[in-house]
Nanobody, 113 residues
Framework: VQLVESGGGLVQPGGSLRLFCVAS????????MSWYRQAPGKVHEFLAS????????NYADSVKGRFTISRDNAKNTVYLQMNSLKPEDTAVYYC???????WGQGTQVTVSS
């Protein structure tokens, strides 16, 4: 049972990145999935969640209108499309399945010129 994130990197302010999280070991299509981030010296911050069938999505105010969560149940993958990135978006980004208290290893996103 695991989550594996990828897609992070260095991007300039105003740029975009797409994060990926591949799940294994549980019934992904029935599971609500979330993205969080943690910046240096700060607590985990909720960003977005999506229900198993993708019918309901929730976003934190800090990313609403800039980030989009989606999923492909055939690929056991949840995505986070991040647009109009700002330096304050710099953090380690984590995929989460709350029902199992399951976290990935994280992927670093750095927004800097």
């Amino acid at each position: 049972v695991q989550l594996v994130e990828s897609g992070g990197g260095l991007v300039q302010p105003g740029g975009s990145l797409r994060l990926f999280c591949v799940a294994s070991g549980f019934t992904f299509s029935l599971s609500t999935m979330s993205w969080y981030r943690q910046a240096p010296g700060k607590v985990h911050e909720f960003l977005a969640s999506i229900t198993g069938a993708g019918g309901r999505r929730n976003y934190a105010d800090s990313v609403k209108g800039r980030f989009t969560i989606s999923r492909d149940n055939a690929k056991n993958t949840v995505y986070l499309q991040m647009n109009s990135l700002k330096p304050e978006d710099t953090a380690v980004y984590y995929c989460n399945n709350q029902a199992r208290n399951l976290w990935g290893q994280g992927t670093q996103v750095t927004v800097s010129s």
